[in-house]
Nanobody
Framework: QVQLVESGGGLVQPGGSLRLSCAASGNIFRIYAMGWYRQAPGKQRELVAR???????NYADSVKGRFTISRDNAKNMVYLRMNSLELEDTAVYYCNADIKAYVGTYYDTYWGQGTQVTVSS
């Protein structure tokens, strides 16, 4: 059983900052790519940022230069530092990871339960 648990969401004013954290736990042999997605009301879930096990990153155009994804492989954690937050960043943010639970198997994709980020004045 693998679990992803996010934390760090909340209410912030425009221009403010937040740091999201996601911890992976359970039967984990290896974690490949990890990422953050978000879903605003009435919209589809979209990729925010993704990071490979080697540290390569990619970002949605809307967050480039404002958000930074990082990971701690020793702790099985991924982070999202969000600066210069805008009203349009309001959404539920989901952690995502490709995890191989046992040697010799393929990886599966896991999701966290989501954490609300609200940007409002």
């Amino acid at each position: 059983q693998v679990q992803l648990v996010e934390s760090g969401g909340g209410l912030v004013q425009p221009g403010g900052s937040l740091r999201l954290s996601c911890a992976a736990s359970g039967n984990i042999f290896r974690i490949y790519a990890m990422g953050w997605y978000r879903q605003a009301p009435g919209k589809q879930r979209e990729l925010v940022a993704r990071i490979t096990s080697g540290g390569s990153t990619n970002y949605a155009d809307s967050v480039k230069g404002r958000f930074t994804i990082s990971r701690d492989n020793a702790k099985n954690m991924v982070y999202l530092r969000m600066n210069s937050l805008e009203l349009e960043d309001t959404a539920v943010y989901y952690c995502n990871a490709d995890i191989k639970a046992y040697v010799g198997t393929y990886y599966d994709t896991y999701w966290g339960q989501g954490t609300q980020v609200t940007v409002s004045s």
